[in-house]
């Protein structure tokens, strides 16, 4: 069966040129074209197309406010939304993808993008732009690295003055005996203190405490020492 697709825009140059790309592939029909949200609504209930192409300006309400009302319809089938926008800032492209879309196509998509767009969506899949994507990309390859040390900040700011005294004295490689002395407290004490950075740090040994502290920046890495000989000292 042909993917069922209905075309909203405000602009009659943007709807027809969506209708020819759309026309040319074999397995997919335009069931209509409309500049009104409101219009497009009575057709999605009329003739429950699979998938609405639609711009962001409408006449009568906003492209992803109409969107937004034929979701909360809860028709069955549910219509899949790809969105068509003109302009690809980094405003448009998070309030559009914050919608309940399954497509975003900008005005420098070509045909080939488009069809597959219409399919993705109809099988309930998601597809943008390929600069949509890789701005995406980019931006979380850029934020990954925040985050992390966002982690690792909060799980220091988690510690007691105690617990980052004796994370800081293991990550420099003293056994617990050499932390007591250091901090003139039983062993025992070093212990405890061991036992609860690992359960509020969620690590399993020692290595993996060391490694902590130096990610977290509690201690520097420099260059020329090696790290502590972990495997020559009792996890205390």
């Known amino acids: 069966m042909p993917v069922k697709v209905l075309v909203c825009d405000q602009l009659p140059i943007i709807r027809d040129g969506l209708r020819t790309a759309l026309d040319a592939e074999s397995d997919i029909t ?28 409408l006449k009568g309400m906003p492209g992803l406010e109409m969107i937004r009302r034929l979701a909360a319809e ?41 069809g597959s767009a219409v399919r993705a969506a109809a099988r309930g899949q998601t597809i943008v732009a ?45 056994s617990a005996a050499e932390v007591a002395a250091e901090l003139v407290i039983g062993v025992t004490t070093v212990r405890t203190h061991l036992y609860r950075l690992r359960h509020k740090l969620n690590v399993r040994d020692r290595a993996q405490l060391v490694s902590f502290a130096y990610r977290a920046g509690l201690m520097p890495i420099q260059d020329g020492p090696d790290l502590p000989d972990l495997a020559e000292r009792p996890t205390g």
């Open 130 to 174: 390929p600069q949509v994507a890789q701005r995406l990309v980019d931006w979380f390859r850029c934020r990954a690295p925040v985050r992390r040390e966002e982690r690792l900040g909060s799980a220091l700011a988690g510690l007691t003055p105690r617990e980052r005294q004796v994370l800081e004295l293991v990550a420099r490689g003293l």
């Open 30 to 57: 335009v069931i209509d074209t409309t500049d009104s949200a409101i219009h497009a609504i009575m057709l999605v209930r009329r003739h429950r197309p699979n998938v609405v192409i639609t711009g962001l300006h």
């Open 74 to 114: 809860d028709l069955q089938p549910p219509p899949r939304f790809v969105v068509f926008a003109m302009s690809d800032s980094d405003e448009i492209i998070d309030d559009v993808l914050k919608a309940d879309v399954n497509g975003l196509l900008v005005k420098d998509s070509t045909g080939e993008e488009l």
